[in-house]
């Protein structure tokens, strides 16, 4: 069983207009590291997503999920 985490990341960096610079300068962590981030190729430190969360004034579980989010739009109503 692979440990993958889903996130939002890039979803609310482009409803705010933040680039993965400015979120990365304001989070202390490399540029690279929220590309990253945001492709699943890594996952964050529990501070770190915390951090992300807090960061978006968002709960943690709006960004980062063990399941895939729904695509928008595959919303059954």
Known sequence: MSEV?????AMLRAERGISRR?????LGVH????G???R???SPSLYLALRIAEYF????????STAPF????????
């Open 5 to 9: 985490i889903y996130n939002r990341i």
């Open 22 to 26: 400015q979120l990365a300068e304001a």
């Open 31 to 34: 540029y690279q590291t929220i």
């Open 36 to 38: 990253y981030l945001e």
């Open 40 to 42: 699943g190729e890594y």
């Open 57 to 64: 004034e968002v709960a943690v579980e709006v960004i980062f």
């Open 70 to 77: 729904p695509r928008i739009g595959d919303q059954t109503a």
